[in-house]
């Protein structure tokens, strides 16, 4: 008679096998960002050099696919908003003193935490494959970085936003996920 663990192990082993080879199978499928895709993509963009640097230095980068590169593109926008309201406006709001600059920071910071509110749905939406609404949205975002500058160019004093080079990025980020999503539709 035989043990119950070589019972066990006649039908485990038979079943470990093929997950393994299940996995294995499938990974062979899979396409990484690699090199050539990141290119593909930042070719496409506004700024390439932006791009391509971008994706690079994210350590995330290595384990997405092309889907996986939409999400992550928002992702890095999440994070650069988020920083700018956690971080770069609360510094900038230390050394204000001019009225004025001070309503027009208050004025960004609730544009960028209305930013951050559309690209975590907007990530959402992605996950979801929903790309359609990923346009939509990564696009209400990027209008609020609008807002944000035309709150420093619209009425005197004209003045450059001290948070352009953020705004900038905001914008830039946005771009390439246009190019990822429209890829993907």
Do not use: H
Not at 30 to 37: G, I, N
Not at 71 to 88: F, K, P
Not at 133 to 156: F, H, Q, W
Request: with cysteine.
């Amino acid at each position: 008679m035989a043990s119950p663990i070589s019972c066990i192990s006649i039908f485990l082993l038979p079943l470990i096998a093929t997950s393994l080879f299940f996995q294995v199978s499938n990974a062979t499928f899979e396409v990484k960002a690699d090199q050539a895709l990141i290119d593909s993509i930042c070719e496409q963009t506004r700024d390439v050099d932006f791009c391509k640097s971008t994706f690079n230095a994210d350590p995330r980068t290595v384990a997405v696919d092309r889907y996986g590169l939409a999400l992550l593109s928002i992702a890095i926008n999440m994070d650069g908003v988020r920083a700018t309201i956690d971080d770069t406006i609360p510094k900038i709001v230390k050394t204000l003193t001019d009225p004025v600059d001070k309503e027009r920071i208050q004025v960004c910071l609730t544009d960028y935490n209305d930013a951050l509110v559309k690209l975590k749905a907007a990530w959402m939406a992605s996950s979801e494959r929903n790309y359609k609404e990923v346009i939509g949205l990564i696009t209400d975002a990027a209008n609020k970085m609008v807002d944000c500058d035309g709150a420093y160019r619209k009425s005197p004093p004209i003045r450059e936003p001290p948070i352009s080079g953020e705004i900038e990025k905001v914008t830039k980020l946005t771009d390439i996920t246009y190019v990822i999503i429209n890829d993907l539709i």
